[in-house]
């Protein structure tokens, strides 16, 4: 009995859940994904014991495979890769336990460990909500806010993105504890009570991968440890962040009375020409609020410097505040307007950055001394 796949449909399979095999496996089978059948079909698995990544996969009409079996996950992407376009894979059992993967004048042996054996995770048995709505709504979010979430902080409920969805609007909330990015979108579901989660970096990751850039139908799956974002194609399973996520409403600024508007491109390219003289550690750069106009200037400990004067609408008294270059970029590489409004108390108070005329997105800087 063989299973007969095209090379095109096995890697658009195994792209979708790559991420997720071990590269330095702790248990054998975690190198491994799982080729399942359900119901005369078959879909891949992989897991880290974090996150679990189902995909369907397209046999040829000819496999007649008719069992379950493990196979180096990383091995047989990187064998796919390495064939010819166009070329088809035949995958069979030997003699002695392992697997033979042949096409064409290409043979190669691989091993095979007990299907039984691959942990799967299951949520079935907890208390869960179920919601639905379209792919975009969840790639939006993750798509505006993601950049802000922490990267192996101490406080581990920084590590992950907030997720609430409440009434008719899901929003998201991710910080680092130096910036903060909140977005919403309204979504179908009327939910009576709030519910929330805090989904890990590497989920967060991994279910924006299977967010097809095509609109298509959702579920997602809410229990007390877990959250699972489900389409047609694909699966996703994530455990979740057990901790209480910041106040960020207290981070917000409440009504700043310095309202400056720029054109987002020219204030993003000044902001990068500028860094080039940063100081290489701190990456700070100084904006100088003038009327109708912005002084960007850094240097460095070479006593290197570069300044950029770009256009503005500000009136107002002078203001000089300091700022992570790195983190001025991130949030204007997620705005899609023309301008962008920067709103702020005084020289010591947190940038209130917005895309304008968009109240769905809001981003939060801390200021930097220098």
Known sequence: MKLIITKENLIKALQKIIGVVEKRQTMPILS????RKINNEYEVVASDLEVQITSSIVLESSSDFQHDFTIPGRKLFDIGKGLPDESVLEIEN?????LQIKSKRSKFILSALDAKTFPLMDINDENKYELATKSSVLKEIIGKISFAMAQQDVRYYLNGLFLN????????????????AKAGVEFSNNVDEPINAIVPRKGVIEIDKQLEEEDQDIKIIISKNHMQVS???SEAVTKLIDGKFPD???????????????ECKVFKEALMRVSILSNDRFRGVRLNFL????????????????SDDIKSQYIGEPLEVGFNVNYLIDVLNTIKTKN?????????????ITPENDSTASYV?????L
Request: glycine content about 4%.
């Open 94 to 98: 030997t003699e002695d336990g392992k």
């Open 231 to 233: 389409s047609s194609f």
């Open 165 to 180: 969805f409440y009434k008719d609007e899901i929003f998201g909330v991710a910080t680092d504890g130096h910036r903060l």
């Open 248 to 262: 960020y409403e207290r981070v917000i600024p409440s009504s700043p009375d310095k309202l400056i508007n720029v």
């Open 32 to 35: 491994h994904v799982l080729f």
């Open 365 to 369: 800087i801390m200021p930097l001394r």
């Open 291 to 306: 009327e109708n106009e912005i002084k960007v200037s850094a240097n460095n400990p070479e006593k290197e410097e570069a």
């Open 340 to 352: 962008v409004q920067i709103a702020l108390k005084d020289a010591n108070s947190s940038a209130l």
